[in-house]
């Protein structure tokens, strides 16, 4: 019966009211009106001219016979990136043997033979880049490919977005992040299709690296060129800023995600609810929990243990204690050992991470509360019935935590 009426204590709480126009760091107040009334947000498109060194025809003179000897294939082949990032880990070198082989023969092909090469060449020519010049050799042929096409074949229509994903994957897998980018415009002389798919292998990157530049510099491309944004989108953005430590970036992009629709999946409510959790933030905590609670009947681990952290923050340890014991009755059998392992982390970690964030003169009041409260929530899962097992002794002190 104790736990029937934690539970109904917990729905509760978990529903505070939503001010509007509240003052937040994580979450802007239009949000909540931007998903009831479903606004739609509608990007302008720019027209994007390219100019590259190394083409001197119009790409739509269909009459236009090219003759390129193919000693003078590589000198020429330089061009300019309409958005730069450094690429300090862009391998460079010179071009490999195997790339130069299938240049030449496919660009002998279009050029000299005037038919078109065989599709398993331009596979094989982006499957075996292994450096910038290596890249810069794949747009070339590329280029002579979409003119060719369009010329003798009188085909209009661009690669398909396959081919753009595994030539982003392999301007990726070398660092040439310019050349990468380029593939995301919608209007190119490379006859590569964008899609969010290529915009997923330069997020990745910037993932891996820690690169908010990079990461700005692709939603700015995703929504001057019209790619709609995706679930898989925000998962990589969320993380981005997560590990970044940006609270200002995650709540600019999550407005942005919010107002385009997208139906936000576990993992980006698991990243932005620890991160309010993480600063303290407990405003937008609950105004995001209720965005996730309308699209999700149950928490996960993650977002279960933000709710508790923020009961925690706001010194109702009863409440706190309530979510974990619904954890403990929702979760599958595979996923409860975690319970442990993230109420230990509650303990041992997220005071220390919550009260760093705080000004200097409240972080002494919330030290001496997490002290008490922290213990008090133990106490009431053992009352429960819980096995519980955690080590409170740095709580136990108070100048450990400051």
Not at 39 to 46: C, G, I, L, P, V
Request: net charge positive.
């Amino acid at each position: 019966m104790q736990v029937l009426s934690n539970a109904r204590r917990l729905s509760r709480v978990l529903r505070p009211s939503v001010l509007l126009n509240s003052d937040h760091r994580l979450l802007s107040p239009d949000i909540q009106i931007l998903v009831s009334s479903n606004a739609s947000h509608q990007d302008q498109y720019h027209q994007w001219q390219h100019r590259n060194t190394f083409c001197s025809c119009s790409l739509c003179s269909s009459g236009n016979r090219l003759q390129t000897p193919r000693n003078m294939t590589y000198s020429m082949m330089t061009s300019k990136a309409s958005f730069s990032s450094e690429t300090t880990s862009c391998v460079e070198g010179t071009p490999t043997e195997t790339v130069k082989e299938l240049s030449d023969k496919i660009l002998e092909s279009v050029n000299v033979k005037r038919t078109m090469s065989p599709n398993s060449w331009t596979w094989s020519l982006i499957e075996n880049c292994k450096n910038r010049e290596d890249i810069k050799i794949l747009f070339n042929v590329l280029e002579n490919l979409r003119r060719f096409r369009l010329s003798n074949l009188r085909i209009h229509d661009n690669f398909n977005c396959n081919l753009c994903r595994e030539v982003t994957k392999a301007c990726v897998r070398v660092g040439a992040l310019d050349f990468a980018k380029k593939a995301l415009w919608k209007h190119n002389m490379y006859g590569l299709t964008p899609s969010v798919g290529s915009a997923h292998h330069i997020l990745l990157y910037a993932k891996d690296h820690k690169d908010t530049k990079l990461m700005a510099d692709v939603m700015k491309l995703l929504k001057v060129n019209g790619l709609p944004l995706q679930p898989g989108t925000a998962d990589i953005v969320f993380r981005i800023c997560y590990d970044t430590d940006d609270s200002e970036l995650i709540s600019k992009y999550a407005k942005r995600f919010v107002m385009a629709g997208v139906k936000l999946r576990e993992p980006s409510f698991e990243i932005w609810m620890e991160f309010a959790a993480k600063i303290g933030d407990t405003e937008s905590l609950w105004k995001i929990e209720k965005l996730r609670s309308e699209s999700m009947k149950q928490h996960s681990l993650g977002t279960g243990f933000s709710c508790t952290k923020g009961f925690l923050l706001e010194r109702k340890p009863g409440e706190a204690a309530a979510v974990i014991q619904i954890l403990n009755q929702t979760l599958s059998d595979a996923k409860k050992p975690g319970i442990m392992v993230e109420l230990q982390k509650l303990v041992n970690e997220w005071p220390f991470e919550v009260i760093k964030r705080q000004k200097q003169e409240d972080k002494k009041a919330l030290a001496t509360a997490l002290k008490s409260d922290i213990p008090a929530m133990v106490a009431s899962l053992l009352s429960e019935g819980l096995k519980v097992n955690v080590n409170l002794d740095d709580l136990a002190r108070e100048e450990v935590l400051l």
